[in-house]
Nanobody
Framework: VQLQASGGGLVQAGGSLRLSCARS????????IGWFRQAPGKEREGVSC????????YYTDSVKGRFTISSDAAKNTVYLQMNSLKPEDTAVYYC??????????????????????WGQGTLVTVSS
C-alpha cells in the first residue's frame, strides 16, 4: 500500500487548506489513517485520525473546532480540512496508515509507534 499526501501551500492566517491522502494498493480491513505534522525544530505530533471501521475521529486539542478529517471510500482518500489556520500550524504534514489501535496511540502521542505506511510530506505555511 502507498499513500500520497497533497494539498499543502502558503496561506494567510485565518485562511483554509484541504489536504488529501490518497491510498493505493491493498490494505487490511479495520485500518485507520492519521495525519501528523512536524514543524521546524520540533518533534512530530499527531493531528487527527479516522477509523475505516466506523469513521470514528480524533483531534489533538490544538486543532479541535478548526480541522475536520473525513474519508471518501470510493476514492480511497482521506481529507483534512483546515480552517482558521494559525502561524503555529506551519509544518510539514504527513499521513500514515496502520491498524486502528496503532494509529490512535500514535496520534494521541501515548507511545512511540513505528507506523506501517507513511506518505510523503506536504508543506503547509501560514503567514501572519
Amino acid at each position: 500500500v502507498q499513500l500520497q499526501a497533497s494539498g499543502g501551500g502558503l496561506v494567510q492566517a485565518g485562511g483554509s487548506l484541504r489536504l488529501s491522502c490518497a491510498r493505493s494498493g491493498f490494505i487490511e480491513d479495520d485500518y485507520a489513517i492519521g495525519w501528523f505534522r512536524q514543524a521546524p525544530g520540533k518533534e512530530r505530533e499527531g493531528v487527527s485520525c479516522i477509523s475505516s471501521r466506523d469513521g470514528t475521529t480524533y483531534y489533538t486539542d490544538s486543532v479541535k473546532g478548526r480541522f475536520t478529517i473525513s474519508s471518501d471510500a470510493a476514492k480511497n482518500t482521506v481529507y483534512l480540512q483546515m480552517n482558521s489556520l494559525k502561524p503555529e500550524d506551519t509544518a510539514v504534514y504527513y499521513c500514515a496508515a496502520d491498524t486502528i489501535s496503532r494509529i490512535k496511540v500514535a496520534t494521541m502521542g501515548l507511545f512511540s509507534v513505528d507506523l506501517a505506511v507513511w506518505g510523503q510530506g506536504t508543506l503547509v505555511t501560514v503567514s501572519s
